[in-house]
């Protein structure tokens, strides 16, 4: 069994991406510059945008970090947006979700220049991905894919399901793993909470991606020997016995299905880490112009 380890190819990765923009720093080109709108003060979102910033600014990129409070209108949001859309120092930006109640999330998605939408969450990117077009991954699928590869996985001809139908990663994940190509090429069934006898499905596959946000959902039981388990979720358990009261686990039940895999990925230090390291790809990309051109 080998454990994808996110942490470290995440470092790797990001050093290779702060040689590729020192390179282009030296040669008197344009440092890659990401802006990240965080609205409000929810703890897990501060936490997701602090390691945005503080992991563009060890890759040698730009960062700017624009705070807003936590009553502020959709309109004055909408604002923000196209100023970012507008200033050309910029080659990114994500805003942070969820956003407050008051503020409808797809109208502002939508506000932002597919050019920038380095999240991939704009309909023009999600379906040029859908399309097999250039464009900019969903930030953790992309994740997933450059893991996949990295480790040797192969993919072509093998039966994928994915647990969860979520627009930034399960619905995308399953388009990317049934296109044609070196990450592709699979047979998927995309399992979701309306799904009959789920558990029958994941006993099937050969890769499962699970992305519920159910602790430890999926079971030694359910899964077959030699599957190659991606584990997306993030959970908070109650722990007494753990510093902060709470310790962190996946939708995969970690210690009883690791035995049974070929390769699988831990939670924390999995996918976490590669999804921040697709955001500093994309916004590479972004800063190159390799996907819209000039
Ligand atoms: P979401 O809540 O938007 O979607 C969950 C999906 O799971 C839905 O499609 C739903 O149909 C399905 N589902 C829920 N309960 C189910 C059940 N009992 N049986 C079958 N399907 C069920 O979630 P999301 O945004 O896709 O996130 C999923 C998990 O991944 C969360 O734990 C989230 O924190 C985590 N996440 C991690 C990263 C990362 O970088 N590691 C990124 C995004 C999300």
């Known amino acids: 069994m ?25 040669s008197g ?3 890659p510059h990401l802006a990240a709108v965080l609205v409000g003060e929810d703890p897990a979102s501060q936490v997701y ?14 960062s700017t ?16 947006v196209n100023h970012l859309n507008d200033d050309d120092d910029i080659d990114g930006f994500i805003v942070q979700l969820p956003l407050p109640k008051h503020i409808n999330e797809e109208h502002i998605t939508l506000a932002i220049d597919p050019k920038k939408d380095v999240d991939g969450f704009h309909p023009v990117n999600f379906g040029r991905m859908a399309l097999g077009l250039p ?5 953790t699928p992309f994740g997933i894919v450059t ?15 994915v647990i969860g139908r979520s627009n930034i990663v399960g619905t995308p994940m399953a388009i990317l793993l049934s296109r044609k190509g070196r990450v592709g090429d699979c047979t998927v069934t995309l399992v979701h909470s309306r799904t009959r006898n789920l558990p029958e499905f994941v006993r099937q596959a050969d890769i499962i991606v699970a992305a519920i946000g159910k602790p430890e959902f999926v079971t030694a039981d359910m ?21 902060r009261g709470f310790r962190l686990v996946g939708d995969v039940a970690y210690g009883e299905v690791a035995p049974k895999c070929s390769f699988i990925t ?16 994309n916004t590479l990309k972004a800063s190159k112009k390799e996907i819209y051109g000039a």
């Open 65 to 80: 970090l624009v705070r807003k409070d936590v009553g502020i209108t959709e309109v004055e949001l909408l604002e923000v």
């Open 223 to 243: 899964v077959k020997e030699g599957a190659v388990v991606i584990d997306v979720g993030i959970n908070r358990v109650d722990d007494p016995a753990a510093p």
């Open 147 to 161: 893991m996949l590869e990295r480790y040797g996985v192969e993919t072509a001809g093998k039966h994928a399901v």
């Open 135 to 139: 464009t900019y991954l969903p930030a």
């Open 49 to 62: 945008v602090r390691n945005k910033v503080r992991s563009c600014e060890e890759a040698g990129f730009k």
């Open 2 to 26: 080998t454990i994808i380890d996110g942490k470290k190819l995440s470092e790797q990765i990001k050093t290779e991406l702060a040689r590729e923009v020192a390179a282009i720093r030296d």
């Open 266 to 281: 831990p939670v924390p230090g999995g996918v976490g880490p590669m999804t921040v390291m697709s955001l500093l790809m």
């Open 29 to 31: 080109g344009k440092v």
